[in-house]
């Protein structure tokens, strides 16, 4: 798998690096009907499914990037503060789309170059989280340099709360999944609706 925690939303990733970032907001835990809950690939205890988890997605940001392999080695004190990073992205998200207050996030460091052919280039530095978190901030910033960065959105569907790329041309997308979300979102409303309107014909009073 290219991007585990994205595609086992059935998603298509985000261009270039900024699949990274979308990479762990995924390993977020997420509701599905029935049995098919997916858990939280970053949860205390469950440090060989996150080691397995950042295997593939540093493979992944290097094949995307164009970067030498990375071999990354996460500890048990890592997963911690990798959720709280990825709950700083996702408020960072949610702030931008409302327009509002700032969010404070990590520091991590980063390495600034100077290529050959005159293009700045941006690298990550540290190990284990700190090198996660160095990369993700890096992608993130970027991203918001090109201006790709508005189109990374959580589903609107709290039980779902997946990131997803919105390719829509005028970029309104507000669900992962129109047949999934989105129309279960849209059968909560009619039914909430009719039943309103019931309740408004039961307590009418014929004179």
């Known amino acids: 798998m290219n991007w585990p925690a994205t595609e086992r939303h059935h998603l298509t990733s985000a261009p270039g690096g900024l699949a990274l970032v979308q990479e762990l907001l995924n390993t977020a835990p997420a509701c599905r009907p029935g049995p098919a809950a997916l858990p939280d690939l970053l949860a205390d205890g469950a440090l060989g499914a996150a080691q397995e988890w950042a295997d593939g997605a540093v493979r992944g940001w290097a094949r995307e990037t164009g970067r030498?392999?990375?071999?990354?080695?996460?500890?048990?004190?890592?997963?911690?503060?990798?959720?709280?990073?990825?709950?700083?992205?996702?408020?960072?998200?949610?702030?931008?789309?409302?327009?509002?207050?700032?969010?404070?996030?990590?520091?991590?460091?980063?390495?600034?170059?100077?290529?050959?052919?005159?293009?700045?280039?941006?690298?990550?530095?540290?190990?284990?989280?700190?090198?996660?978190?160095?990369?993700?901030?890096?992608?993130?910033?970027?991203?918001?340099?090109?201006?790709?960065?508005?189109?990374?959105?959580?589903?609107?569907?709290?039980?779902?709360?997946?990131?997803?790329?919105?390719?829509?041309?005028?970029?309104?997308?507000?669900?992962?999944?129109?047949?999934?979300?989105?129309n279960a979102a849209h059968l909560r409303a009619c039914r909430e609706r009719r039943r309103v309107q019931e309740g408004a014909a039961d307590s009418s009073v014929e004179l």
């Open 68 to 182: 030498p392999d990375v071999h990354l080695v996460l500890a048990d004190e890592d997963l911690p503060k990798l959720r709280c990073l990825r709950d700083q992205v996702r408020r960072a998200l949610a702030a931008g789309d409302r327009s509002g207050a700032a969010v404070r996030f990590t520091s991590a460091p980063v390495v600034v170059g100077l290529a050959g052919d005159g293009t700045l280039t941006v690298e990550p530095e540290g190990a284990g989280a700190r090198w996660l978190a160095s990369a993700v901030l890096a992608e993130a910033l970027l991203a918001q340099a090109s201006g790709v960065w508005r189109r990374l959105k959580i589903c609107r569907n709290p039980a779902c709360a997946t990131a997803f790329y919105d390719r829509s041309r005028n970029n309104s997308g507000v669900w992962h999944s129109v047949r999934g979300c989105g």
